[in-house]
């Protein structure tokens, strides 16, 4: 599958705001003849490509409005221009366009579509890539997002800085993506993994959205983006099923049961009934994904608010790695984070332990210690030992009616203290993992209730 090949300027035309775009001023700036490095026949082949594309250089840079909403900047490649290859003058326009969107505060939006480097400008040309990231790292540091669209191709040094460096990075059905070009890979190499689907089902990319979808999706990020930022913490969801009104359980075996019936409510309900709008972020960018988990973020009462949740499974590293990427996302763009709290325990079988189980857990417990931005934790089902633990928040935990949190599973326990497997009852009630076990022990701030639920 390929995809259809726009100019610069149709990509714009795609996805922007019909009559909204508006040029930035070309920096100014001669090359000399035959470029840096006197390659013979440059001149005359950047004249060719300006005479079939009607652009001057492989960028085009300007603002533009995305369903109805604020200004943002857009960065569009034309790889008819030399293959949307990146030379000093490529430069110069994408260093201009960044400190266009810090100086006015605006999102800034690629849509790439190149080649790599210009072999023309020798070292100069990969040099540009040196400037690019200090650019992305200067605009990362001001606070504002930066979102990819990977057209056909992304390759070489414009996917390894503006694609793979942007917060939000979304692909085009069949878009080729990777560092290695198609005329440098190795010949045995698997074709897959140059893609836009096998990137993303390595945790490279957020999400593959078919070219007709692409315009409201790009609206609903930037909508989400740069949503008012106001107040404190969140407050946590209100409890799906359950009986908040009703007795707590008995024992602590009761809870344990109770969290681990196949009815109760998983994190994807509660996200849906708690966002008005929701839009996911997939993978830790180190080759890695977990269904386990569910990243993004939503609009809540206007509100931009990022979302970790774990969905009753073991959560594999790559799990803890995403939550961990997105809390510090969220945290420089000045956005609260909601958790929801829900596993077992992190995954324990050898694979995890390769995959680095242990530093990912850390990670995630770092991620969240050190976050500027406040952050809410609803406990919705198992509370298993410290792979729960690492995405709750201290202080600002609250637990449904339904939920147990443990130092770890009492069967487990029960082993470890030499105990018979039927044991793990009364080690459940002596571990004092109810809701308002938790609460009384001050794990937890308050038992949630239901939306619909009488107030005493």
Known sequence: MTTTRLSARAAIASLADPGSFAELPVPQGESPPDG?????GYDDSRARATQRTGEHESVVTGTARFG???RAVVISFEFGFLGGSLGRRTGDRLEAAYAHARDHRLPLVSLIATGGSRMQEGMLA??????VARQCVLTRAAGLPQLAVLRDPTTGGGWATLGAGADVVLALPGAQVGFAGSRVRPANADPAAYTAEGQYAAGHVDAVVPAAELPATLADWLRILTAPRSGGAVEPPAALGGVPDGPPPATGWDAVRRARHPDRPRAGAYLDAYFTLRLPLSGDRAGGTDPGMLCGFGLR???AVAYAAQCGTAVRP???RTAARVIRLADRLGIPVLTLVDTPGAANDAAAE??????AIADAFAAL???AVPVTTLLIGEGGSGGALALAAPGNTWVTPDSYFSVIAPELAA????????AAPATAEQLRIRPHDLVELGVARGVVRRADAPRG
């Open 36 to 40: 840096p490095l006197a390659w013979a």
């Open 68 to 70: 109805g909403g604020g």
């Open 126 to 131: 990969l040099t540009q890539l040196q400037r």
């Open 301 to 303: 009462e206007g509100r």
């Open 318 to 320: 790559a799990g803890y």
């Open 354 to 359: 390769r995959a680095g189980a242990g530093p």
């Open 369 to 371: 210690a050190g976050a």
């Open 415 to 422: 082993a470890i203290l030499k105990r018979p497997p039927a």
